[in-house]
């Protein structure tokens, strides 16, 4: 049997930041995939088999963009989830003082 689970409102900071650093070091390749790709952009597609290569339907340029697009979203979703998290964790906090505040008044 597995053990039980238990969330508690500090307890959750911890996954929070994990998960915006994940985002971070996203970002960080996707930016140096962008400063790689922008000192070489164009030095493809320039002998006979290039412009199928570069800007072809499937091509590099295509690609690129389809791969950077991936990452930006995943960045985004990290993101959400984070602030998700520090979310509960501040609901589950006011819950608890709320509750808190009711058995003191009976």
Known sequence: MS???????????????????????????????????TSN????????????????ENGYESSHDNLIGVLKAQIETLQNYSQGVTDSGVLLTDTDHAGHDDFENI
């Not at 985002?23 to 960080?28: H, L, R």
């Open 3 to 37: 053990e039980g689970f238990r969330a508690t409102p500090s307890g959750l900071n911890k996954p929070s930041a994990d998960l915006a650093e994940v985002a971070v070091k996203i970002q960080t390749i996707v930016s140096r995939l962008d400063a790689v790709n």
């Open 41 to 56: 952009w164009g030095s493809w597609g320039t002998n006979g088999r290039g412009p199928n290569f570069a800007t072809g």
